[in-house]
């Protein structure tokens, strides 16, 4: 059936998905449809089902279908589904982010992650009156124009659009650093820090796998914008709430001027949010000049939907036994890789992890990232997927341990593991 269905989807969906990644380019073959979760599982339209480290990229951090999440939702569902007006929900929501993330002092609800960050690059330019952003090479910060770009010939080379359709005007006022190499990021200041209104980054880049910020590299950020008169913004639309209560910002010690959220604020809704300090906020429509709109922002049952998971993950402990179960599972998959000599690098922080087939002791930056084995990865995701598995389709992109990911779950994972490194990527033919 699903072979049916993906190619009935590409004759009314360009490739036949309705975002890039779903479409397994990155892997090879055709994507999986899937029709429900529940826990750490999803079950696909043939009635298979799989172990999910996917959760919907994150936000299903309490696991798929939780009763208190689809008990708020099914209530809220009673009342309408959308007002396009001010609701006691949104208050409410907004209120304990403020509480959660203290550098959060006023917050503007938004529909996505590409909506927040697209916000908040508009208000760091309103705010300061500058035009220049840095970004980083292989940090994704959703899809608007001015930040699809990469890096050109070096790190001081301006932004060169990375999509058709993006003219190079709207780009020029866009930097590229390298992502935990901050002697790049002062080079930039100190040719264009007059102009930079702000820099934006990952504290967890998620978008070239999983890599953590190195010791002093957030600091560093923090302590650059302070000197030239910049905003730090911190796009935590995958880490806010997702490696620790706080996010980031919390786990890493680093006030940011501004912070943008998605995922797991909407409980698996479409929801998202960018804010900051007050006086930066005031700047935002209707208090300043800075104009953004959203007819759907504030929805009532994605509200419902966010202030049950944030209940849910503010329980005691709730972080601790996550990273512990993330632990388990990548120390599990390193272990059984070395008994078949298959070089094998793993992170995690909170609840999200990353493994990269290389023998680098260390991933630091997207040029670490491209110099590993993609094929072995190829071969690994269809291995695992046929166990019943799923990973992200792509090795470019983080894992996600949910709360109701079980010592059976991550037994049956890494039974499954050292089945397919024997028999399809062992590097000793004796093995197999």
Same mark, same amino acid.
């Given at each position: 059936?699903?072979?049916?269905?993906?190619?009935?989807? %590409?004759?009314?969906?360009?490739?036949?998905?309705?975002?890039?990644?779903?479409?397994?380019?990155?892997?090879?073959?055709?994507?999986?449809?899937?029709?429900?979760? %529940?826990?750490?599982?999803?079950?696909?339209? *043939?009635?298979?089902?799989?172990?999910?480290? @996917? $959760?919907?990229?994150?936000?299903?951090?309490?696991?798929?279908?939780?009763?208190?999440?689809?008990?708020?939702?099914?209530?809220?569902?009673?009342?309408?589904?959308?007002? #396009?007006?001010?609701?006691?929900?949104?208050? %409410? =929501?907004?209120?304990?982010?403020?509480?959660?993330?203290?550098?959060?002092?006023?917050?503007?609800?938004?529909?996505?992650?590409?909506?927040?960050?697209?916000?908040?690059?508009? =208000?760091?330019?309103?705010?300061?009156? &500058?035009?220049?952003?840095?970004?980083?090479?292989?940090?994704?910060?959703?899809?608007?124009?001015?930040?699809?770009?990469?890096?050109?010939?070096?790190?001081?080379? =301006?932004?060169?659009?990375?999509?058709?359709?993006?003219? *190079?005007?709207?780009?020029?006022?866009?930097?590229?650093?390298?992502?935990? &190499?901050?002697?790049?990021?002062?080079?930039?200041?100190?040719?264009? /820090?007059?102009?930079?209104?702000?820099?934006?980054?990952?504290?967890?880049?998620?978008?070239?796998?999983?890599?953590?910020? =190195?010791?002093?590299?957030?600091?560093?950020?923090?302590?650059?914008?302070?000197?030239? /008169?910049?905003?730090?913004?911190?796009?935590?639309?995958?880490? !806010?709430?997702?490696?620790?209560?706080?996010?980031?910002?919390?786990?890493?010690? @680093?006030?940011?001027?501004?912070?943008?959220?998605?995922?797991?604020? $909407?409980?698996?809704?479409?929801?998202?949010?960018?804010? $900051?300090?007050?006086?930066?906020?005031?700047? @935002?429509?209707?208090?300043?000049?800075?104009? %953004?709109? #959203?007819?759907?922002?504030?929805?009532?049952?994605?509200?419902?939907?966010?202030?049950?998971?944030?209940?849910?993950?503010?329980?005691? *402990?709730?972080?601790?036994?996550?990273?512990?179960?993330?632990?388990?599972?990548?120390?599990?998959?390193?272990?059984?890789?070395?008994?078949?000599?298959?070089?094998?690098?793993?992170?995690? @922080?909170? !609840?999200?992890?990353?493994?990269?087939?290389?023998?680098?002791?260390?991933?630091?930056?997207?040029?670490?990232?491209?110099?590993?084995?993609?094929?072995?990865?190829?071969?690994?995701?269809?291995?695992?997927?046929?166990?019943?598995?799923?990973?992200?389709?792509?090795?470019?992109?983080? !894992?996600?341990?949910?709360?109701?990911?079980?010592?059976?779950?991550?037994?049956?994972?890494? *039974?499954?593991?050292?089945?397919?490194? &024997?028999?399809?990527?062992?590097?000793?033919?004796?093995?197999?």
């Amino acid at each position: 059936m699903i072979e049916t269905l993906f190619a009935r989807a %590409q004759r009314c969906i360009p490739g036949g998905v309705n975002s890039p990644v779903r479409a397994f380019h990155g892997v090879g073959g055709d994507p999986v449809f899937f029709k429900s979760a %529940q826990g750490a599982y999803i079950t696909d339209q *043939d009635d298979r089902s799989y172990i999910d480290y @996917v $959760g919907s990229w994150g936000p299903m951090i309490v696991g798929h279908a939780h009763p208190r999440i689809i008990e708020a939702v099914t209530d809220s569902l009673q009342h309408g589904l959308s007002f #396009g007006a001010p609701t006691l929900l949104e208050v %409410q =929501l907004a209120e304990r982010i403020c509480q959660l993330m203290p550098a959060i002092e006023q917050i503007r609800l938004v529909n996505s992650g590409t909506e927040a960050t697209m916000s908040a690059i508009r =208000l760091a330019r309103g705010f300061t009156r &500058r035009n220049k952003i840095i970004k980083f090479v292989g940090c994704y910060h959703g899809h608007s124009d001015s930040l699809l770009v990469q890096a050109g010939s070096g790190a001081l080379t =301006l932004g060169v659009p990375s999509s058709a359709g993006v003219p *190079d005007s709207i780009v020029q006022h866009t930097l590229v650093a390298e992502f935990n &190499r901050l002697e790049t990021v002062k080079a930039l200041f100190e040719k264009y /820090g007059d102009d930079i209104a702000g820099i934006i980054v990952e504290p967890v880049a998620g978008n070239m796998n999983c890599i953590p910020p =190195l010791p002093g590299f957030l600091s560093g950020l923090r302590t650059l914008c302070d000197q030239y /008169g910049s905003l730090l913004i911190l796009d935590e639309v995958m880490t !806010g709430f997702r490696v620790a209560l706080g996010g980031a910002q919390a786990r890493y010690h @680093v006030k940011p001027d501004i912070t943008t959220l998605g995922k797991i604020i $909407g409980g698996g809704m479409p929801v998202g949010a960018f804010g $900051g300090r007050a006086d930066i906020m005031r700047c @935002v429509a209707p208090l300043g000049s800075v104009y %953004q709109a #959203g007819t759907l922002s504030g929805n009532p049952v994605a509200m419902s939907a966010g202030l049950a998971s944030l209940a849910l993950i503010t329980e005691a *402990d709730f972080y601790e036994k996550l990273e512990t179960t993330a632990r388990r599972l990548v120390n599990g998959l390193q272990e059984r890789a070395q008994a078949y000599n298959i070089p094998l690098l793993t992170t995690v @922080v909170g !609840g999200m992890f990353g493994f990269f087939f290389t023998e680098a002791k260390q991933i630091e930056t997207y040029d670490d990232v491209i110099k590993c084995d993609v094929t072995r990865f190829k071969k690994f995701f269809h291995g695992m997927l046929a166990e019943g598995v799923y990973f992200a389709p792509s090795a470019y992109e983080a !894992g996600f341990i949910s709360a109701v990911h079980g010592v059976d779950e991550i037994t049956r994972t890494l *039974d499954a593991a050292e089945k397919v490194f &024997r028999v399809c990527l062992s590097a000793d033919p004796s093995r197999i």
